[in-house]
């Protein structure tokens, strides 16, 4: 990597870390530029040489979120001996730090809800989550295929988008009743059906 590509990737990370700091705080509304800047210890110029505004921030701390998170999975699924085995590791591994995933999950929501009423956002966002169910289905399919290179069929993307929902649904019980154990419980109880029956459906 080049210096200029490695100072830009450093300034990069360091807005990452302020926003996702600034945003958890403040929430993604509350929260403003001159704080974002300050807490990275860089300028609005340096800022706006590399995100549009404050939604484009957000959207980058998204995917490296769901990149984490994917990663995650990916490497819980490689390593396990059999389908619930896999699962058990994923679940286990995707809520590793609970409260950080409860603080995700308040902000995530929030900006969720600013981008049901901006089109330009939504439309981010969507594409934004097409990648992610993608990325899980193809996680899914190649595991219980037992093909490195196999492609997602359309029951993988659906189990996919149930496994996100599903996700999704049980840290946001979580975010009223602050019982992050009942989100890892409910996936744990809930995925292996899902998933085995879109295995047994292929079949």
Same mark, same amino acid.
């Given at each position: ?32 530029? !001159? ?38 999975? !990916? ?8 389908? !619930? ?35 330009? !956002? ?82």
């Amino acid at each position: 990597m080049a210096k200029g590509e490695q100072t830009r990737a450093r300034t990069v990370a360091r807005f990452l870390e302020a926003g996702a700091e600034v945003f958890a705080e403040r929430g993604f509304h509350a929260a403003t530029m !001159a704080e974002i800047c300050s807490r990275a210890g860089l300028s609005r110029g340096a800022f706006y040489s590399n995100f549009d505004g404050k939604e484009s921030l957000f959207l980058a701390l998204f995917e490296q979120h769901a990149a984490a998170q994917l990663d995650a999975v !990916a490497s819980a699924f490689e390593n396990a001996p059999d389908l !619930a085995g896999a699962i058990a590791a994923a679940v286990h591994a995707a809520v590793a730090d609970a409260e950080a995933e409860r603080r995700w999950f308040l902000i995530s929501t929030e900006f969720t809800i600013y981008a049901a009423r901006n089109s330009d !956002a939504a439309r981010l966002l969507n594409e934004h989550d097409a990648r992610v169910r993608r990325r899980l289905a193809t996680t899914i399919a190649r595991f219980t295929s037992g093909d490195d290179s196999a492609e997602p069929t359309d029951d993988d993307l659906a189990t996919a988008r149930f496994t996100i929902a599903l996700y999704e649904g049980a840290h946001l019980g979580a975010l009223v009743d602050n019982n992050t154990d009942q989100a890892r419980l409910t996936l744990l109880e809930f995925l292996p059906m899902a998933i085995q029956r879109s295995h047994t459906d292929q079949e």
